[in-house]
Structures are given as C-alpha cells and as structure tokens.
C-alpha cells in the first residue's frame, strides 16, 4: 500500500532528528483528516504522522497519541479539562484584543469556536513572533490547565489558554495546501477544539489504534531495513487491539512498546490491578424465547440484575504490590493491608466515594487470595429489612472524599464475575472456571459482600420463574450468559451475544431505555415558569460525531428533580447549538436554551416512531427517503446516569435497531410523534 513505499514526508525545517515535535505538523495531519470521512485514508494519514514522529522524535510519542485522541491522560487517571464555551470566548477575547460582543456575535454567525479563534488570530498584528508551538508544550500546557485548583483557579484557566493561543499559527504560512503538506492556520482552531472536547475529525480511537500499530510495525522493519508484510502488520493490529482491550492505557503501553517492541508487547502488558478494563456489556432481548434461541445447544447460566452501580475492584496484598500498576494515580495505599481501588464503568476511579468498601475488601477475601480484579455491581442495602434498595438511594450518597463514619447509605457489593486472580489474568477462561474460582477466593458477609444469585437451568419454566424470584428481590431482571466454552470468556469493551439482559420491563416494551444526551430546554409554563419545563435530548452517532435530536421530554420529572436540574443545567448554558449538533431549524422547533453535550439521562420510551421533525439516525435508512428522523414517544425520564458521557449515549445504528426490531413499524401506529408539553 501507499503507506508501505511513501516515505513520511519532511516539510518541517525546524524538526529535526530529537526536536520536539511542531504542533503545527500535527495540526497539518488533523487538517488532512478533516478533508475525508474515508476510514482508510484517514488511518493512512494518522500512520504515516506517526512513522515520522517514531523516526525523528520518538520520545513525543505519547504526548501525540494522546493529542489524537483528545484525551490528556487515561481515563482512571480522573484529569478533565472541563472548560466550558464562556471561559475559552473570554481567552479568545482577552488574546487577540477583541470584546466579548465581538468573540459572541462572530460565533453566532460562525457556530464553531474553532474558527471564531482562527478569524480573530488574523486580524490581530503580529509584533512580534512568539515561538513555535510543540507537540509536548501544548500538552503540558492543557494538563495545566486541567489540574489547576483552589484560589483563582479560573482565572489561571484562562491565563494558561491564553498561552497557547497567543502562540497558536504565530508561524503558520496560509492556508494549507494539500500538495505539500504545509500547515495551514489550524492551531487556535484544534486547540480550542481539544478544549471544547471535541475534534471533530471522525477520528476514532480504534482507528489510531490501527494507525499506531500500523506505524510502529513498519518502523520497526525499517529500521532493521525490512519491509513487514501485510500478515506481519494484520497481526501487529489485532495484537494491539487485545493488548489495549486488556490494559487499556497508552501511558502504560507505549512505554513498554518502545522498550520491547510491538510483537513482544503481550509478555509486558497484560490486565494487572490498577489500570481498569473497560467492562463487558449485555445485548438487550424482549422474551425469554429470544434467550434460548439465542444459546440453543449451549449450556447458559441466568444471574439476577442488581440495580446499583457497577463497581471494578481491584486488589494487591501488602507483599505482592508489585503486581499493581505503577504509577498509577488514584490508587488508593492501605500501605498496612494492600492497595485496592474501586473503578466505574467508565473506569473513573470511585475509591473516593467507597471507602467503606475498601475498608472491609480484606474481610472478604479468603486466605491466599493475594491479588485480583473483580466485577462486581454495588447496591444500595437496607440493613434493618436485610435486602437491596432502589437504585435511587445508592444516588443520594456523596461521591467525593466520602468519611465512612457518615456514610447513611450502606451499599452490599455482590460479585459476579472474577477477571484476575493471584498475578493471573482469567478473561480467557470459561466463565465457569472464573466463577468457581471466585467461590473458592471470597466467602460471603452478610449484607457486606454476596455473589450474585445465579440458577443454570435451561428450561423455560426455570427461567420465568427465576425472573419472577429476581424482580421480588428488587432486581431489575435477569442477566443470561454463555458459561462454557472459548465464547463464555469476558469481552472487554464489548457488548457481547454472550451476555443478554431480559428487564422486567421489556417484556413488553421496546425492548431497553435510552440513554440520551441533553442538548436544549424549553421554559416551563404554569406551575414551572421559574425552571426548565422540557428538554431536547440527542442520541450519538459515532460515524460523524454528532449528537442527533431525537425527542423533547418533559415527563418522570418531580418538581424537585426539575429545580435540581435547572441549577445544574444554567451552568452549561451555551449561545448557540454546537456545529456537530443536528437538529432541525426553524422557529418552533428550537428549545429557548441549548446546552454543552454533558449529561446523559435514561428515558424509556412506549415505542419509537419516524418523524420530520427530529433526526435521529436519520442517515441509517429507517426512513427510505432520508427525510424523517426516529423519534421516542410517550418518553418518560428515568434518572440520570452519572457514569456515562456524552459519547456512551444510545448510538445512532442501536436507535435504528430497535426501530426495526419493534413489531409496530409493520403497523403503521398513532400520530408520528406525540410531544408532552
Ligand atoms: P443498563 O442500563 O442496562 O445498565 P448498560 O449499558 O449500563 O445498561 P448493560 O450491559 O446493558 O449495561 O447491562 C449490564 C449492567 O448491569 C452492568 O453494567 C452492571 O452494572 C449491571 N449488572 C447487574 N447485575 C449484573 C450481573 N449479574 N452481571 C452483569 N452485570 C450486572
């Protein structure tokens, strides 16, 4: 391929073999990126990029990687530039001497702040040249600017943007001009992207992924002046997809790449305690008849679903910490019985909020059980009737710098899966040899610690009887899993066909929720004139990174939730929609307010419907005439789900999916959307 023969190209004078890398050659791969949605030639570009910078700079690597995926640090590491619009139009303003008016009126005109920053970089005279942005700089600078706090946090926020602004595109020379590869004034533009969250590339992690082990495979050979095969990158591929599924975080990784080479990386870099895998996720069913045909000649298991919040523990004893992760921040040192840490399901580090669970871990734990990764759900438990409580009131707990001596809420982990034992990783086991393990390793303590019910018989009777059972003891429904054979071994990151989740509720609805992300508000009318009365919400579509409107709700709030939510809300007001928001204009469509794309709630729905009014998958073919979007009716909220961003929200294929799995698109249902307010 072109990736094989093309030498990376060199039209950087300054960066040269050991200098820090120009963040404007960067900028320059992101600018050719932008210019296709082919997932291919995008990825040719990212590898050729990254070639380069393995050739002349391998040092900056890391901070590249990282830079491409808009992330400053791995996600258990809890860094987080939450910037939002105001603060970087005031940085923009406060740069290039321009009024807050002005910085306002042209993103109304323009919608992208990116390019707000561009336009006002160019009219502003230059006195004097500051020097040129680096790869490393930039992302020293935006960590600075995401772990600043206490006193005057804010403003030293705007101060350190400022910083880089005034030194963005200070020697870009024009536009870009594709032929050559030279950088165009993009700098002020991906910067406020990075900050904004959102490049907007369509640049996938998966496909830097792709592009990184494609780079470091070719460099690798060159280097040895061979020429790898496309067996030889295929595999280096596939390795490090394994690789990151186990471990995921580029911190670690790209180290010990660097250190060992690709090929070699898996004897270095397996699951360990303290860098959080990201779980392995259910497919939704709608009868227990879709269940068996699912496992039809498999042997199955049917666990109850705790309604809590899913909880990855991790565990070293005191005399075996080198098993733990190093360096890993977060991690929270018992220095006198071990290191354990508490992980989301978006592998954010909840010790902070469990320290009643770390404090009791060691007394659960059998003798000879010195290090292991458990998955567990952490449930809210009433001590007195001795039995789970409504997912509600794990929410009341605090979440941060949490005493144990004030925790009202007691939460009863139950466990059900069992990913690391005694220095060895099990996701390759049967999920019956990982349950028996477990067994053998923990022993129950009453209303502290319990494995998850379980049942494995196989017949349907069994099955709805079990269902009935779980939903009396306060669970949302039942969990079914493979339980023997290669495919019964944990998914990382996948919403697997190996596990299925049958909720009471589906039985029959839809089939799930939504999990949906707020990007406007209507004023309430009446009783709510001091709140937001209904919302706008969006689902994600992943393919071009867009948030497509799906439905307005204003139901399942209480007046209560809907103060709460104002106050949260108002602080993340913002002028206009953001460019990657599709939405359909005109007048009465637009909500009085939009929002920055940050909180995901769970709304359940009567079923879903084609309206052209919203857009919601709309380029997915629902409709054949690519004109009507899907659309929710009767949305009902349910709560919010803290432990999801914007980017984890219902995608765009899954809302199609459900579409098309619901018996009522034959029938021809109802008025086409039925909005409540
Ligand atoms: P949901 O809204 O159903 O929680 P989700 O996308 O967060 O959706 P799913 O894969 O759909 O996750 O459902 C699995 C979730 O159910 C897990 O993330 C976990 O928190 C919870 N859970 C409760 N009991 C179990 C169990 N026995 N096995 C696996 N997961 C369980």
Redesign the pocket.
């Known amino acids: 391929s072109k990736l094989l023969q093309s030498k990376a190209k060199d039209p950087y004078p300054d960066w040269k073999e050991g200098t820090p890398v120009p963040y404007a050659a960067l900028c320059t791969t992101f600018s050719l990126v932008e210019m296709t949605s082919k997932r291919l030639v995008i990825t040719e570009h990212c590898a050729l990029f990254l070639r380069q910078v393995l050739r002349l700079t391998p040092d900056d690597f890391l901070p590249t990687v990282n830079l491409m995926i808009n992330k400053l640090a791995p996600d258990y590491a809890g860094i987080e530039l939450g910037i939002g619009e105001s603060l970087i139009m005031k940085a923009i303003g406060e740069t290039t001497g321009r009024s807050l008016q002005v910085i306002k009126q042209d993103q109304k005109e323009i919608g992208d702040l990116g390019l707000v920053a561009v336009k006002s970089r160019s009219t502003q005279p230059t006195m004097f040249k500051p020097k040129a942005l680096t790869v490393r700089g930039v992302h020293k600078g935006l960590m600075e600017i995401a772990t600043v706090s206490g006193h005057g946090a804010q403003g030293r926020k705007v101060d350190n943007i400022k910083k880089l602004l005034s030194a963005a595109d200070a020697h870009s020379t024009g536009k870009i001009d594709v032929n050559t590869d030279k950088g165009g004034p993009s700098e002020a533009k991906f910067i406020v992207r990075f900050l904004e969250g959102k490049l907007r590339l369509g640049l996938a992690e998966k496909t830097v992924l792709v592009s990184i082990a494609q780079a470091v495979c070719i460099h690798e050979a060159e280097q040895k002046g061979q020429v790898p095969s496309t067996s030889d990158i295929e595999k280096a591929e596939q390795l490090l997809k394994t690789v990151y599924s186990e471990l995921p975080s580029w911190d670690v990784i790209i180290p010990a790449m660097m250190k060992t080479g690709i090929m070699k990386l898996r004897e270095s870099c397996k699951l360990r305690p303290g860098v959080p895998l990201k779980?392995m996720?259910?497919n939704p069913t709608k009868a227990i008849t879709e269940v068996l045909d699912r496992f039809e000649n498999q042997t199955f298991t049917c666990?109850?679903?705790?309604d809590g919040e899913?909880a990855q523990i991790h565990y070293v004893a005191k005399d075996h910490q080198d098993e733990y992760i190093d360096g890993v921040p977060g991690a929270t040192q018992e220095a006198a019985k071990g290191i354990a840490s508490v992980f989301s399901?978006n592998s954010e580090d909840l010790s902070k909020k469990y320290p009643d669970i770390l404090a009791k871990l060691g007394t659960w734990v059998k003798e000879g059980t010195k290090s292991f990764v458990m998955d567990c759900?952490s449930v809210a438990w009433d001590v007195a009737e001795k039995k789970v409580l409504p997912f509600q009131q794990l929410m009341t707990r605090k979440k941060k710098d949490v005493k144990i001596e004030d925790v009202k809420v007691k939460v009863c982990v139950f466990a059900?899966d069992l990913l690391f034992l005694n220095g060895e990783a099990l996701v390759e086991k049967s999920l019956r040899e990982r349950r028996e393990l477990m067994y053998e390793s923990f022993k129950p303590v009453e209303g502290e610690f319990a494995f998850?019910t379980s049942m494995d018989g196989q017949e349907i009777e069994q099955i709805q009887t079990f269902l009935e059972e779980s939903i009396k003891a306060s669970c949302e429904g039942l969990?079914v899993k493979m339980l023997d054979g290669t495919e019964s071994g944990y998914e990382p990151s996948k919403?697997s066909r190996n596990w299925l989740?049958i909720k009471k509720d589906y039985l029959a609805g839809i089939g799930d929720?939504l999990d949906l992300v707020v990007l406007g508000a209507y004023y309430g009318k009446g009783k709510r004139t001091s709140v937001y009365g209904a919302f706008l919400l969006a689902c994600y579509n992943s393919a071009n990174d867009t948030y497509e409107t799906i439905c307005n709700i204003g139901t399942g709030f209480s007046e209560q939730v809907l103060e709460e939510l104002h106050k949260t809300l108002s602080e993340i007001v913002i002028d206009r929609p953001k460019p990657f928001y599709s939405h359909s204009s005109g007048g009465q469509h637009q909500p009085d307010v939009w929002f920055e794309p940050r909180y995901v709630w769970?709304v359940k729905t009567a079923d879903l419907t084609l309206s052209p009014r919203y857009k919601a998958a709309i380029k997915e073919g629902a409709d054949p005439a690519g004109e009507k979007g899907i659309s929710l009716r009767f949305p009902r909220f349910i709560k919010v789900r803290e432990d999801k961003k914007p980017d984890e929200a219902t995608g765009s294929r899954q809302v199609v999916e459900m579409y098309r799995k619901q018996e009522s698109v034959t029938k021809n249902k109802g008025p086409s959307v039925d909005d409540d307010f």
Not at 303 to 306: A, C, N, V
Request: hydrophobic letters at 35%; charged letters at 45%.
């Open positions: 779980p996720l259910a666990e109850f679903k705790y899913r399901r759900e059900f998850a969990m919403r989740k929720s769970e």
